[in-house]
């Protein structure tokens, strides 16, 4: 799992992942903040219906995909965490809408 | 609409960008520095400032070494605008962008093109699992915010792979296993550049340092590997590396990938500017003169966004090209920058000497550039595997566009960057043609996704 390894994390926040309450240090991006919290799945592939979370950290393969605050496909390593932030997985409904 | 107006706009604020702009504006030039990220330093020098106040010192001498310049960009009179989403560069030299969903219009003078480098794609079976993440994103993960995976493996081969795992054993943090996938054939093939390395040996000593203490750590290092590939059904169970014909298996969670960088294309290819197939470094490059001048006329290419030199290279090219851009717009005089460019141009030999020895001693493996897996996927956006672009090939696909049409390969929100130099060479492979001919995606506005409210939301007058 990942963890960190600063002794000090600074300022908590409190962001939301599927309805849980997760609190993540305050200058975190969302893909970060959600890996420390142990979250790897942030979105299913439209096609196979694969599983993926970040690859490259850097904005790069947009497998970091995931809804915030109800918008689907906001780049999760490019975006900071705020406080009150929903996050859920990006998902297919099984009409093939999302 | 209302452009905002600056005689120099610099994509990027990397080494090259930041040389750029505080050498332009000690000239009084009007700079524009656009970024997408939230401070400045690129990947090279991330998240400097903000461990300027920490005592990480495993961080290394190269990384602090970019302080100073980033300090120097501070004090500047610089317009730097970060988190800022460059989704248009004209040839006509306009650049449209975006910051928060909002977007905006500049115009320059003299465009430069600092956008820096990506990882090269490392497309072997498994690389799509979750689990699976490229080896500078692991160190963004350190850099940024000191988060780290313990009992990790890292594969593969480059400085940047030997680094990462350096500032992992340094920082105390344990590793499952480097498998080291460099081809033994390439030390006897950069042997021969090494009439280079005289020249700057203060690189090559500090790579074997870094090696040296990674194998001394007791680390679990495998190499002379040929072939290897990740397992499990919907995140990562294990690696499996095959050595003198045997696959043997190493169960882990977590597996950083790395093969290597390659310029960041997509910028420089939809203004219009050529590009040539690099065969020691087997990517593409941006074609430009010894000032960074590209084939559009005012947008110059500067740093590892032209050709994969580095960071120490990429702040003496910036510097280079931001006089170019100076003459251009008749703000030193040709002789000046004559002058003024020789102190840069001398560091940049330096720097350039090495090249052919590091190009020749981390060139990946073509097995590890082109899948050898017909299940592996190509485009990890629309899902499109070897198979898929094979027949493809085999029903008369002749290029990149056409590919596209076939399979979707390509056409995702990465737009090409994670599949492109796969697809150029797994063309030029099956079509028996060289990787020029084969060719490349064409790159298109918008150059990053956009929605469309944040098209809308141009300024109009």
Not at chain 1, 39 to 62: H, I, Q
Not at chain 1, 73 to 97: A, E, F, H, L, Y
Not at chain 2, 261 to 290: F, H, M, Y
Request: contains cysteine.
């Amino acid at each position: 799992m990942f963890k960190s390894i600063n002794s000090n994390q600074g300022e908590l926040i409190t962001i939301y992942f599927e309805g849980k309450t997760l609190n993540v240090p305050k200058d975190y991006n969302v893909a970060t903040a959600l890996l420390w919290a142990g979250v790897c799945d942030f979105r299913e592939t439209t096609l196979n219906n694969m599983k993926r979370g970040p690859y490259c950290m850097m904005g790069v393969c947009f497998d970091c995909l995931i809804n915030i605050n109800g918008m689907d496909n906001q780049q999760s390593c490019t975006i900071q965490v705020s406080d009150g932030m929903k996050i859920k997985r990006q998902v297919i409904n099984s009409s093939g809408k999302k | 609409m209302n452009s905002a107006k600056y005689d120099i706009i610099i994509i990027g604020a990397g080494p090259a960008g930041i040389s750029a702009a505080v050498l332009a504006d000690q000239h009084k030039a009007s700079v524009l520095v656009l970024d997408e990220n939230c401070a400045p330093g690129g990947q090279i020098y991330r998240a400097i400032e903000k461990n300027q106040k920490s005592d990480n010192e495993w961080l290394g001498q190269s990384y602090q070494d970019g302080l100073p310049l980033i300090e120097d960009f501070r004090r500047s009179r610089v317009n730097y605008q970060h988190s800022a989403k460059v989704w248009h560069l004209s040839g006509a030299k306009a650049v449209h962008y975006s910051v928060n969903g909002k977007s905006h219009s500049a115009k320059g003078g003299q465009i430069l093109v600092a956008t820096g480098a990506q990882e090269r794609p490392f497309p072997v079976l498994g690389w799509t699992l979750n689990g699976v993440m490229s080896a500078g994103a692991a160190q963004i993960l350190l850099k940024e915010s000191g988060v780290v995976y313990e009992d990790a493996v890292f594969v593969g081969t480059g400085p940047l792979l030997y680094l990462i795992v350096h500032q992992y054993i340094s920082a105390g943090i344990p590793i499952k296993a480097i498998i080291d996938t460099t081809p033994r054939g390439n030390y006897l093939r950069a042997l021969r550049h090494s009439f280079g390395v005289l020249k700057n040996t203060k690189n090559i000593f500090q790579g074997w340092r870094w090696k040296w203490e990674i194998i001394k750590s007791g680390t679990l290092y495998i190499s002379n590997i040929s072939d290897v590939r990740i397992n499990g059904s919907d995140s990562v169970a294990s690696v499996e590396y095959c050595q003198r014909s045997k696959w043997k298996n190493l169960n882990c969670k977590q597996v950083f990938l790395h093969q290597g960088v390659t310029p960041e294309l997509n910028t420089s290819l939809s203004a219009g500017c050529d590009k040539s197939w690099d065969a020691r470094q087997a990517c593409w490059t941006i074609d430009v003169d010894q000032y960074g001048q590209s084939s559009v006329d005012g947008i110059s290419v500067a740093g590892d966004a032209s050709s994969i030199a580095g960071g120490v290279a990429a702040a003496q090219r910036g510097s280079i090209a931001a006089l170019n851009m100076l003459y251009n717009l008749e703000l030193i005089s040709r002789g000046d920058r004559k002058v003024l460019s020789k102190p840069f141009k001398k560091k940049l030999s330096k720097e350039m000497a090495v090249r052919p020895f590091i190009d020749s001693l981390f060139k990946p493996h073509v097995r590890y550039r082109t899948p050898q897996d017909n299940e592996t996927i190509v485009c990890r956006c629309e899902e499109v595997t070897l198979a898929q672009i094979k027949e493809s090939i085999g029903v008369g696909c002749k290029g990149p566009s056409q590919l596209k049409s076939f399979t979707r390969c390509g056409m995702g929100p990465c737009q090409g960057r994670l599949c492109g130099l796969s697809v150029t060479e797994i063309l030029a492979k099956e079509l028996e043609i060289r990787e020029e001919q084969a060719g490349y995606y064409n790159a298109r506005p918008p150059i990053k996704p956009v929605t469309l409210a944040e098209l809308a939301s141009l300024d109009e007058t």
